[in-house]
């Protein structure tokens, strides 16, 4: 079964071109679902934590929010620096000690 | 430097040979976790340290694999006669607190031939 779920697997945007990504996830006891940004040949960059059903977190072009079954990550005028892969990942009170991740979303932003 | 530190970067191997990955995590940081990522698949756990506890092995794919973490700080994550399965990228991660952001190393990208 599946725990975490990321759509789109890639994602091609014009420079500007506002979109979002989602992270759906099934588990039980959410204790925190994370946001990060893995660039090629690094490690994951972690962007945000979020705990609660109807929490919001922003970081410059980037606003993520989440529900009892999904989170999106908003990109608002994307550029081509936030080119990257986002990856989210679920803790939960049925994951043990383990953070669940999902496969990613490769966003590609075009000049 | 101020953040996760992972020895090798690159590692080539024959199929048969043993390996050991080295990992620095954050200084002061009780929680450390290996995972690992093969092309197209998410993040694969692995083991989890926290503190003075027992470590998480319950991700470790078989008996081949093994890890430990001296002195709270430095961890090595071995692998055992290597199998070509094993090629993929080992990521370690350290947190301040046990449910806190995971602040990762660049990884090793282990190739077995």
């Known amino acids: 079964e599946d725990q975490v779920t990321q759509s789109p697997e890639a994602l091609r945007l014009q420079e500007g071109e506002s979109s979002s990504l989602n992270c759906s996830y099934t588990?039980?006891?959410?204790?925190?679902l994370f946001w990060y940004r893995q660039d090629p040949g690094k490690g994951p960059e972690f962007l945000f934590t979020?705990?609660?059903a109807g929490e919001e977190k922003e970081k410059e072009r980037l606003k993520a929010t989440l529900t009892k079954k999904e989170s999106f990550l908003h990109i608002t005028a994307p550029k081509p620096e936030d080119s990257a892969t986002y990856l989210c990942?679920?803790?939960?009170?049925?994951?043990?000690?383990?953070?669940?991740f999902g496969t990613g979303t490769s966003l590609t932003v075009i000049p | 430097g101020a953040g996760v530190s992972q020895s090798p970067s690159n590692k080539v191997t024959e199929k048969g040979k043993d390996v050991e990955l080295r990992c620095d995590p954050i200084s002061g940081h009780t929680a450390l976790y290996w995972y690992r990522q093969s092309l197209g698949q998410g993040l694969e756990f692995l083991i989890y340290?926290?503190?003075?506890?027992?470590?998480?092995k319950s991700g470790l794919p078989s008996d081949r694999f093994s890890a430990e973490r001296t002195g709270g700080s430095v961890s090595t994550l071995t692998i055992q006669r290597t199998q070509q399965e094993d090629s993929a990228v080992y990521l370690c991660?350290?947190?301040?607190?046990?449910?806190?952001?995971?602040?990762f190393g660049s990884g090793t990208q282990l190739s077995v031939l």
């Open positions: 340290f926290q503190g003075n506890s027992a470590p998480d």
């Open positions: 979020l705990y609660s």
């Open positions: 991660a350290s947190s301040p607190r046990q449910a806190g952001e995971l602040f």
């Open positions: 990942a679920v803790q939960a009170g049925n994951t043990g000690n383990q953070f669940y």
């Open positions: 588990v039980s006891g959410l204790r925190g």
